[in-house]
Each structure stands twice: as C-alpha cells, then as structure tokens.
C-alpha cells in the first residue's frame, strides 16, 4: 500500500510544479508560498479532524516535537527555495534538481538512521545523479 501512496504523492508533485509554474507568474515567491501554505495547513487539519485524529497531539513526545518543527522549517526552506528557483527558471529543469533530495535523502538516511546501500541502491543513486545532471546540462 506504501506504493500506490508514494505513487500518487508523485503525482500530485507533478501537478504542484506545473500548476505553481502557472499561478507564481506576476506574483512574488514568498507570498505565493505563502498562499500555498495556508491552503495545506487548511487541508491538513481538515484532515487529522476527517480522521478523528486531534487527541493524539497530547501523547506526542517532546522529541517528536522538536523534530518534527525542525521538519517544518527544512519544509519551509525548500518550499521558498523552490518557488523562487520556480519563478526564475524552467520548469522542466528546475523539478530535477529538486528531485535530487531523493539522492540527498538515502545519503542522509544511510548516515543518520543507519539504512544500508545495496548494489541496487548505490546503482540507482548514481542513476538518478547522472539522468538530474543530463536533464539539466
């Protein structure tokens, strides 16, 4: 099941970069980031009381407090980061790069939560690394 929601997220990434690349046009990054943040936090919490889920928030640790703030923040940084790049340059080379947080990500995860590289990891790492640079070359 992990699949067809990781599937459908990158999908609805396709779409978020398209419909930004249309909307940002005439309007400066950081307010359209903005605009974009209202709206998810809305749908967010639209969301967690859907599903019945507000009483959990006492039982959160103060550990998953800190890291998940500091989670928003890097949230909040590559969103303006990427509505700026958006703004400025294609969008057919901008998404690649971006894209390469996979690649930043299992580095990350290898070194901080102990994942392992296989053949097949290292193999498409070093894919996703070459197909981002030839993309953008």
């Known amino acids: ?30 307010l359209a980031t903005a605009i974009r943040t209202i709206v998810v936090v809305v749908m ?26 500091l989670s928003g923040l890097a949230t909040g940084a590559s969103w303006l980061c990427y509505y700026r790049a958006l703004q400025i340059g294609e969008a057919s080379k901008v998404v690649p790069v971006d894209k390469l947080s996979v690649v930043i990500t299992l580095v990350l995860a290898a070194i901080f939560l102990n994942e392992k590289f296989t053949p097949k990891t290292i193999a498409g790492t070093v894919l996703i690394a070459a197909g981002t640079l030839l993309m953008v070359i």
């Open 1 to 30: 099941m992990w699949f067809v929601f990781a599937l459908l997220s990158s999908v609805f990434a396709a779409l978020t970069s398209i419909l930004a690349k249309v909307g940002i046009n005439g309007v400066n990054s950081n």
């Open 44 to 69: 967010a919490w639209a969301m967690v009381f859907i599903t019945n889920s507000q009483g959990g928030i006492g039982s959160i640790s103060k550990k998953s407090w800190v890291f998940l703030i």
